[in-house]
């Protein structure tokens, strides 16, 4: 089959013959139809990988073409959502309903001692996080893949499981925004946007935007925010305050860079919670002033793929697009063929381009 090979950093994607084996255990064969192009992909790519060459891709969705022999979830011809998220299904964190903090995620891929599932040329090909759906056909564990209607259009379908479980997540499972609750969102990139639309489905009743770009700022109105700030001509820590009347209940970090999170712990009403979801340096981090946070009982919580039940989640969210409550494909700016990878990340640089989606597998 073809795959997008990486085949070291800062090489690019390569279009190679790979083979795939057959499915074994709770493996699962899946024809690709999309798969999204995520900035973490690109990370690895260029400076954080060190398996090579790999096969990337973790934005997949697809058809279920054969099942390995202990495979229950999913059947031949179910249209699936994939998921980066490792789960076991059986430690403790699994057990208690915490999924995405499984303390046995490699239960989910080959062992070293296991021939592997992607190879080229005789030679093993790591898979990016248990998926590769940069190629026409992926290897997954059924427990990283969601059932999704089959009315659900494959480009949006494909950015359910990584930024729409993060953004979305991060809002309905770790800050448990409530109807009637302030919400600022700060960025305003793709998974910002469905952290607006996580925000409007919990009936948040002030959502305020925050980012430098007015374009920007402009499509976030039509997923939902109340009010929009750039923080380029407007102090954004005395606006919320205007705003809000007493500072927000939810501050959610899409940027990652200290001086944002610093302004972003300003924006805290009494009560309020600040939710650290963006890297967006190495040094990304904040100083907490104890007495200061103690006296307006505060907290700041790192958020993983927004604590999210991905077996729930993803269908949720698809079931909410299709009766017109989730916004997905104002996300989706230009669908592309499996060998334009590269060209496809080069234009993500222009933040008109939300997302691009591989819909050309052939
Ligand atoms: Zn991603
Ligand atoms: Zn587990």
Redesign the pocket.
């Known amino acids: 089959m073809k795959a997008s090979v990486t085949k070291g950093l800062g090489q690019g994607f390569v279009i190679e013959d790979v083979d795939l084996a057959a499915p074994i255990g709770h493996e699962v064969r899946v024809e690709v139809k999309a798969s999204?192009l995520?900035?973490?992909?690109l990370s690895v790519a260029t400076f954080l990988g060190q398996d090579f060459p790999i096969v990337l891709g973790?934005?997949v969705a697809g058809v279920v073409a054969e099942v390995g022999p202990e495979v229950t979830q999913v059947k031949v011809g179910d249209h699936v959502v994939g998921s980066?998220i490792q789960y076991c299904g059986s430690c403790v964190a699994c057990l208690s309903g915490r999924t995405w903090i499984c303390r046995r995620p490699e239960r989910t891929v080959r062992g070293a001692d296991e021939a592997p599932r992607l190879s080229w040329r005789g030679r093993p090909v790591a898979q990016g996080m248990g998926l590769g759906g940069f190629a026409q056909q992926a290897l997954i564990h059924e427990n990283q893949l969601a059932i999704v209607p089959d009315a659900m259009p494959w480009a949006p379908a494909a950015l359910l499981?990584?930024?729409v479980l993060?953004g979305a997540g991060a809002v309905l499972n770790s800050a448990e925004v409530r109807h009637g609750d302030s919400v600022v969102i700060i960025g305003a990139g793709g998974v910002g946007m469905n952290a607006v639309s996580g925000a409007r489905i919990a009936g948040a009743e002030t959502i305020i935007v925050v980012d430098l770009e007015d374009a920007k700022l402009e499509r976030a109105k039509t997923f939902g925010a109340t009010h929009l700030v750039n923080s380029r001509t407007t102090d954004p820590v005395a606006e919320v305050r205007r705003i809000t009347g007493r500072g927000a209940d939810h501050v959610f970090d899409f940027v990652g860079i200290r001086a944002v999170t610093a302004q972003a712990m300003e924006m805290l009403a009494f009560g309020g919670g600040l939710y650290l979801i963006g890297v967006g340096s190495a040094d990304a981090g904040i100083e907490v002033n104890s007495v200061a946070a103690l006296t307006a009982s505060q907290k700041v919580q790192g958020v993983y793929m927004g604590s999210s039940n991905l077996k729930r989640d993803i269908p949720l969210y698809a079931s909410l697009y299709l009766q017109g409550r989730f916004h997905l494909d104002e996300l989706v700016s230009r669908e592309i063929a499996l060998a334009d990878i590269d060209e496809g990340y080069e234009s993500l640089k222009d933040g008109k381009t939300a997302r691009v989606v591989i819909t050309d597998l052939a």
């Open positions: 999204g995520c900035h973490s992909d973790h934005e980066l499981g990584c930024g993060t």
